[in-house]
């Protein structure tokens, strides 16, 4: 109590939430725009800290974070083209909404459900941060294989109407993930001698391509722009009934937000699509979903907020960061002297607790700024299309160019982008390409690891509670799928 009430004075301070807000708007913009990064805006504006306190600076910083994560969802309803990664399963059933003149609807859901798992994961921080913590520090190689494991086998929920070529495009997603540089042997693998491949496909730079370029060749939106912004203009308020709907759904993102959060090198990608399939499978409306659910845009959204606060619980506790962006933060919590580890709270832990009570504030403000903004960004549907497809397609070749500052990952996006389009006209699911892109590396480097530590025995696979946990969770979650395929079938047969 004494550590929190100290805590509290130093936070209520006008200087600190003036701050906040800034890098709320700041986190917002970046994650609204395709290809300019919520890590690109940390890095950016991280010199802005140095001459800060700590709280102001991390109030600042995690107002980028926070806001990141929900800005992404604004252009992923909008315009098909998720600002980041982990909007990408937003976008499944926010764009087919935006086409039916119920963008603001959608907004107003990704806001609301960002809220509620930004709100969710601040808790977490501040309640169960050392708790949560000694649990991370049981799991080893074999059980983040595993976790990887189960995350690949959401590729069967986002596949469309063929399981098959779901697979197919989710081994393409994984062999892409293999350019580059062996993480164990450091041999290169497929560059062909070309030096700009010895990294690998840098992730935003594939989203570009499979997203948003492909969809500027793909269709011409003129009929349904001018549908959508004819009929966009409606108050966008959530009834009851939709309320009821997306309660169980929000509540399991937040927590399977918070597990993944917590668990380094995960992030939110995983985390919403996690919660998307989860909400597909107790949804009593399944075909709903990728056709404008709004239980789908509540559990992607809330998983992807719920992630932010859980991040840091390794970082402070352990000085471990839970993902780039939070690594980088890492930098503005050694610069005012706060080194992570078990004696920070200890030796700063009226600062810890102003920074953990700051996160809840940063996502009751995002709220706020959200709210009053939302009808400003909802008009981008009303530009005409003439004037948006070459917007779209600058912001593209400019994001995709600030990445690295190179010519050759603009001509990757173009790649990306026919091979998306060339896939989409034989009818072949994109969103497992991503999500063997995310989990590629995690999931290889990890399995090779383990088999390494033990000598090439496949019993480390279930050497622990948490593996047998995994395990059991993966079984269960094949039964499923295969179920709920053998059901489509004889739905299809009658």
């Given at each position: 109590?004494?550590?929190?009430?100290?805590?509290?004075?130093?936070?209520?301070?006008?200087?600190n939430?003036?701050?906040?807000?800034?890098?709320?708007?700041?986190?917002?913009?970046?994650?609204?725009?395709?290809?300019?990064?919520?890590?690109?805006?940390?890095?950016?504006?991280?010199?802005?800290?140095?001459?800060?306190?700590?709280?102001?600076?991390?109030?600042?910083?995690?107002?980028?974070?926070?806001?990141?994560?929900?800005?992404?969802?604004?252009?992923?309803?909008?315009i098909?083209?998720?600002?980041?990664?982990?909007?990408?399963?937003?976008?499944?059933?926010?764009?087919?909404?935006?086409?039916?003149?119920?963008?603001r609807?959608?907004?107003?859901?990704?806001?609301?459900?960002s809220?509620?798992?930004?709100?969710?994961?601040?808790?977490?921080?501040?309640?169960?941060?050392?708790?949560?913590?000694?649990?991370?520090?049981?799991?080893?190689?074999?059980?983040?294989?595993?976790?990887?494991?189960?995350?690949?086998?959401?590729?069967?929920?986002?596949s469309?109407?063929?399981?098959?070529?779901?697979?197919?495009?989710?081994?393409?997603?994984?062999?892409?993930?293999?350019?580059?540089?062996?993480?164990?042997?450091?041999?290169?693998?497929?560059?062909?001698?070309?030096?700009?491949?010895?990294?690998?496909?840098?992730?935003?730079?594939?989203?570009?391509?499979?997203?948003?370029?492909?969809?500027?060749?793909?269709k011409?939106?003129?009929?349904?722009?001018?549908?959508?912004?004819?009929?966009?203009?409606?108050?966008?308020?959530?009834?009851k009934?939709?309320?009821?709907?997306?309660?169980?759904?929000?509540?399991?993102?937040?927590?399977?937000?918070?597990?993944?959060?917590?668990?380094?090198?995960?992030?939110?990608?995983?985390?919403?699509?996690?919660?998307?399939?989860?909400?597909?499978?107790?949804?009593?409306?399944?075909?709903?979903?990728?056709n404008g659910?709004?239980?789908?845009?509540?559990?992607?959204?809330?998983?992807?907020?719920?992630?932010?606060?859980?991040?840091?619980?390794?970082?402070?506790?352990?000085?471990?960061?839970g993902?780039?962006?939070?690594?980088?933060?890492?930098?503005?919590?050694?610069?005012?002297?706060?080194?992570?580890?078990?004696?920070?709270?200890?030796?700063?832990?009226?600062?810890?607790?102003?920074?953990?009570?700051?996160?809840?504030?940063?996502?009751?403000f995002?709220?706020?700024?959200?709210?009053?903004?939302?009808?400003?960004?909802?008009?981008?549907?009303?530009?005409?299309?003439?004037?948006?497809?070459?917007?779209?397609?600058?912001?593209?070749?400019?994001?995709?160019?600030?990445?690295?500052?190179?010519?050759?990952?603009?001509?990757?996006?173009?790649?990306?982008?026919?091979?998306?389009?060339?896939?989409?006209?034989?009818?072949?699911?994109?969103?497992?390409?991503?999500?063997?892109?995310?989990?590629g590396?995690?999931?290889?480097?990890?399995?090779?690891?383990?088999?390494?530590?033990?000598?090439?025995?496949?019993?480390?696979?279930?050497?622990?509670?948490?593996?047998?946990?995994?395990?059991?969770?993966?079984?269960?979650?094949?039964?499923?799928?295969i179920?709920?395929?053998?059901?489509?079938?004889?739905?299809?047969?009658?």
């Open positions: 109590m004494e550590y929190l009430s100290g805590g509290l004075a130093l936070l209520f301070h006008w200087s939430f003036i701050w906040m807000n800034i890098g709320l708007l700041i986190g917002i913009i970046f994650g609204a725009i395709p290809g300019l990064t919520v890590i690109l805006a940390i890095v950016l504006f991280l010199p802005f800290t140095y001459t800060l306190g700590p709280i102001q600076s991390f109030m600042f910083l995690l107002g980028i974070y926070c806001a990141g994560g929900y800005g992404g969802s604004i252009s992923a309803i909008l098909h083209t998720p600002g980041t990664p982990h909007a990408t399963a937003t976008m499944l059933d926010g764009y087919p909404l935006c086409k039916r003149g119920l963008a609807k959608a907004m107003n859901i990704a806001l609301q459900a809220t509620f798992g930004g709100v969710i994961s601040a808790f977490s921080l501040l309640f169960f941060a050392p708790q949560v913590a000694k649990l991370a520090q049981t799991m080893g190689t074999p059980e983040y294989f595993l976790v990887c494991l189960f995350g690949l086998t959401i590729i069967a929920g986002v469309g109407k063929s399981l098959v070529k779901g697979i197919i495009a989710g081994c393409f997603g994984l062999f892409v993930s293999t350019v580059g540089i062996d993480p164990m042997t450091g041999c290169t693998r497929y560059i062909f001698d070309n030096i700009n491949l010895y990294s690998g496909f840098d992730l935003v730079i594939c989203l570009i391509g499979l997203f948003a370029l492909s969809e500027v060749l793909r011409d939106k003129r009929s349904e722009q001018a549908k959508v912004g004819a009929i966009a203009t409606g108050s966008g308020k959530i009834t009934k939709e309320y009821k709907r997306m309660a169980l759904p929000a509540i399991l993102a937040s927590v399977i937000g918070v597990i993944i959060g917590i668990i380094p090198g995960t992030g939110a990608s995983m985390a919403s699509f996690f919660s998307y399939n989860v909400a597909r499978n107790i949804s009593k409306h399944p075909e709903e979903f990728g659910s709004i239980e789908g845009i509540a559990a992607a959204e809330t998983a992807n907020n719920a992630v932010t606060g859980a991040t840091l619980i390794p970082l402070l506790t352990m000085g471990i960061p993902d780039g962006c939070v690594a980088i933060m890492l930098g503005a919590l050694m610069i005012n002297g706060l080194t992570p580890g078990p004696n920070l709270f200890k030796d700063h832990g009226a600062v810890m607790y102003a920074i953990m009570v700051g996160l809840l504030f940063v996502n009751l995002m709220f706020i700024q959200g709210k009053y903004l939302t009808s400003l960004f909802a008009r981008v549907i009303n530009v005409p299309l003439a004037v948006l497809t070459p917007i779209i397609v600058i912001f593209c070749f400019a994001g995709a160019f600030s990445v690295n500052s190179s010519t050759f990952d603009i001509g990757t996006t173009i790649v990306f982008s026919v091979i998306a389009y060339v896939l989409t006209c034989l009818d072949f699911p994109t969103i497992p390409i991503l999500l063997g892109l995310v989990l590396d995690l999931t290889e480097e990890n399995f090779r690891r383990s088999l390494i530590l033990s000598d090439g025995n496949w019993d480390i696979f279930a050497s622990s509670p948490v593996c047998i946990v995994f395990l059991t969770l993966l079984v269960g979650s094949l039964g499923i799928i179920y709920g395929k053998w059901r489509e079938a004889r739905k299809g047969e009658a």
